[in-house]
């Protein structure tokens, strides 16, 4: 069965300070999609990245970075130099690539980034 | 081009009463995907089109949620005999579902359910 574990419910820390979110999936699939979610206040499902099971290149994409370990079935998030406006609920997420490729999401994490 | 659109954005219902959400997909995007978020949780899935069929209906809570899709474009989530555990935000997705190769799903801004 597919499942996505977020352990950390809530988390805070002042600007500019680097801040990691913590996934952990499980699948039994062999080709699989993960996937981070920014969700802000406004509500909207904001799509940050997709991964794909072959690729466990690390990804930058400006203050963000992606760490995929397939050895510990984790796909890390981390935000560096965080701003205000990163406060939101982030979800990691995981797609079997099958029939129906429907999206399995995690419990969120929420983000207080403090002035 | 336009994206996911849903309404009502919000609905207020009486328990016991049934409601209509609707979805407009991306035109021209063959899957459809219905999700519910509940306060504090993540999306939940509940079903999957693919053209006017259900594909997967595995994540409807019960006989009491139903969705159609008739011309394989608009789709809508009825729900009969409302209960307060339904309120949620119910989230409308679609794709492409080209080929092979995995498709986006497009996010909808979600209709929040509130039943009283």
């Known amino acids: 069965a597919q499942k996505v574990t977020q352990a950390q419910t809530e988390i805070s820390v002042v600007e500019k300070e680097d801040v990691t979110l913590d996934c952990v999936y499980e699948?039994?699939?062999?080709?699989?999609?993960l996937f981070w979610y920014k969700q802000p206040p406004s509500g909207e499902l904001v799509f940050l990245i997709r991964?794909?099971?072959?690729?466990?290149q690390n990804e930058i994409s400006g203050r963000y970075s992606w760490n995929f370990q397939k050895s510990t079935s984790s796909f890390n998030f981390t935000i560096t130099a965080s701003q205000v406006v990163d406060s939101a609920v982030y979800f990691c997420?995981?797609?079997?690539?099958?029939?129906?490729?429907?999206?399995?999401f995690g419990k969120g994490t929420r983000l207080h980034i403090l002035p | 081009g336009a994206g996911v659109s849903q309404t009502p954005s919000n609905k207020v219902t009486e328990k016991g009463k049934y409601v209509e959400l609707r979805c407009d997909p991306i035109?021209?995007?063959?899957?459809l995907y219905w999700y519910r978020q509940s306060l504090g949780q993540g999306p939940e899935f509940l079903i999957y089109?693919?053209?006017?069929?259900?594909?997967?209906d595995s994540g409807l809570p019960n006989d009491r949620f139903f969705a159609v899709r008739p011309e394989g474009s608009v789709s809508t989530l009825k729900i009969q005999r409302t209960e307060r555990g339904d309120s949620a935000v119910y989230l409308c997705?679609?794709?492409?579902?080209?080929?092979?190769?995995?498709?986006?799903?497009?996010f909808g801004p979600g209709t929040r359910l509130t039943v009283l």
């Open positions: 997705a679609s794709s492409s579902q080209s080929g092979t190769e995995y498709s986006e799903q497009f």
């Open positions: 699948t039994r699939d062999t080709t699989y999609y």
């Open positions: 991964r794909n099971s072959f690729d466990e």
């Open positions: 997420a995981l797609s079997e690539r099958g029939r129906d490729d429907k999206i399995i």
């Open positions: 035109s021209g995007h063959t899957a």
């Open positions: 089109f693919q053209g006017t069929g259900a594909a997967d």
